[in-house]
């Protein structure tokens, strides 16, 4: 039986290497939870509104009391700019019609105005502005203006990585998260990579979803163009390891077939 021990035991140890992990939860806001049942309080920030960029793709949907049948001059605000067709892994998507694509410059080319400056102003600015160019061509314009290509890239450890569309134009990391269906357990959920582009230069952030102070970082609350990348744990890289996927199983097999084997001639040589 002694020399049994020393292979009972690298077995032993080799099965509690490689199940310790698996029973292991997801457990998102873990962290600072106090010990009573008692609300807590946090401030809210309000987001920033949307700001438009150059490659952002507007949709203008205009109305007026001067659209009627009659008056022909008028339609030219309904049948303006392209339809452009956005989908993702995370969303439906559609065809958006009247739609018109921000150039490099920051301009849109819209009818009877031609040249008109939307980069870099808010969605509430760019309706105001569009009001008081077509209010000498329309009776009380309405305007509508939304970013149909307002993207979301979620890489790594989640569920359905891809782009993902929304029109609210806000959006927080666990919105974003749960709409690619989650992080597994293979993700980590303490280190979630943010990489952001403002005015010509790059960011990045790092969020710990098991703290409830997650909520205070200016990247949970995230913005057109930013990229989430969840970053695999140690058992997902482990797994991905060739030696680890093909190898260990076929050693652990010839290893307790080569305890058996022994134990048969243990047994037998005493009797």
Not at 52 to 77: E, K, Y
């Amino acid at each position: 039986m002694q020399k049994l021990r020393p292979l009972i035991g690298l077995l032993a140890v080799t099965f509690a290497l490689f199940s310790c992990g698996s029973s292991k939860k997801v457990v998102y806001f873990s962290e600072n939870i106090p010990a009573d049942t008692g609300v807590t309080y946090q401030p809210i920030v309000p987001q920033a509104d949307a700001v438009i960029q150059p490659d952002d793709i507007l949709a203008i949907n205009v109305s007026s009391p001067s659209f009627a049948p009659d008056d022909r001059p008028s339609q030219v605000f309904l049948d303006g700019g392209l339809s452009f067709s956005v989908s993702s892994n995370n969303s439906g998507g559609g065809i958006n019609k009247n739609s018109y694509l921000v150039d490099s410059a920051g301009f849109i080319d819209y009818p009877r105005i031609g040249k008109l400056k939307m980069g870099g102003l808010t969605i509430r600015q760019a309706k105001d502005e569009m009001v008081f160019r077509l209010k000498d061509y329309l009776k009380q314009p309405v305007i509508e203006v939304r970013i149909v290509n307002y993207k979301i890239t979620l890489l790594g450890e989640v569920g359905t990585p891809g782009p993902m569309f929304t029109s609210n134009h806000k959006i927080t990391i666990i919105d974003a998260i749960a709409a690619a269906g989650g992080i597994p357990i293979t993700g980590r959920i303490d280190n979630v990579l943010i990489i952001r582009e403002t005015n010509g230069h790059r960011e990045e952030a790092r969020l710990n979803l098991n703290s409830n102070n997650v909520f205070n970082s200016p990247f949970f609350r995230l913005k057109q163009n930013d990229i989430v990348y969840v970053e695999q744990t140690r058992i997902k890289k482990e797994e991905a390891n060739t030696f680890m996927r093909v190898y260990l199983p076929l050693f652990t097999t010839l290893l307790s077939t080569a305890v058996t084997v022994v134990a048969l001639v243990t047994l037998s040589a005493r009797k």
